[in-house]
């Protein structure tokens, strides 16, 4: 079947593979790195379950992620520019990496040789599952026929709509990366409190702290629950997604925790799927992430 057009996203979409290539989207990896000298494309040269098992294995490490060159993305673009073929190129928020400018470098050097090519790139203002089910929704209007440019509009309207909101095993991973307060950090240290955060428009937020997972990741629930209360549109125009770390277990049934929850308070919700984090927000996190990602869909049914 030929495409309309083709949806590319960098590495933070945190898809899985095997659903990266039945819904026909190009991935272009971020790197990751234990010791700042040998970086590792993400899921090409090291797997995801790889990289949080070393993380587990070696405390006191920590990895650190490399965006995708300028040369990666002409890589990815030139095919789709020498078909003549349109692309949606979607990439992690501005304010945590610079992969939208690589993306923006390797449009201009394809536009120099094809002319012609149509190449969107898009600041997803989120990232990691969140991005992931964004991309989905990009998917999902090019395959019901929505023309390219009614796509780019679609996707810019339903963006400000997606939100995180997640909690972490300790603060170490974000007081190391500088993504959170040293006071904080040095309380949380000091006492096991763990923090509750919510990520909008590409930037995170503090949303309380509490001591142990349960009631943090309780916490995370009533977040979501809130998000869906203040909404106007039903619980259905929304995609729902769970995303964990190292633990596929917790997070299997922290997703079956949240169907039950989500159906006792009336909404029909019948499954949430549940993916990996990546490295690009793992390396931040630490190996235990858990929480929420949820955005409008791009296509109410």
Known sequence: MSETFHIISDGSCDLPKELVK????????????????HYFKENVEIGIRDFYQMMVDKKG??????????????????????????????????????SMQSALNAKELILEKHPQAQITVIDATINT????????????????????????????????????????????????????GKVAALAGGALDI??????????????????????TLKKVMNLLLDYLQKSSLGADCYSIAVGYGYDIEEGA????????????????????????IGATIGVHTGPYPLGFGIIEKGIHV
Do not use: W
Request: proline share 5%.
């Open 253 to 276: 049934a922290f997703r079956d925790q949240a169907l039950t929850t989500l159906q006792s308070k009336g909404y029909a919700i019948e499954q949430i799927p549940v993916y990996q």
């Open 22 to 37: 039945e819904k026909n989207i190009t991935v272009v990896p971020f790197y990751v790195s234990f010791d700042e000298e």
């Open 129 to 180: 599952v969140l991005q992931g089910q964004y991309v989905l929704e990009a998917v999902e209007l090019r395959d019901h026929g929505v023309s390219y440019q009614e796509t780019i509009t679609r996707l810019e309207e339903i963006k400000s709509t997606g939100r995180i909101f997640f909690t972490v095993g300790n603060m170490e991973y974000l007081k190391h990366g500088g993504r959170i």
């Open 61 to 98: 490490v920590y990895p650190k992620s490399s965006m995708p060159s300028i040369q990666d993305y002409e890589e990815a673009f030139r095919p789709f520019a020498e078909a003549g073929t349109p692309v949606i190129c979607i990439c992690i928020t501005t304010k945590f990496s610079g």
């Open 194 to 215: 763990r923090p509750i955060i919510t990520l909008k428009q590409g930037e995170i937020f503090p949303s309380g702290i509490d001591r142990g997972r349960k009631r």
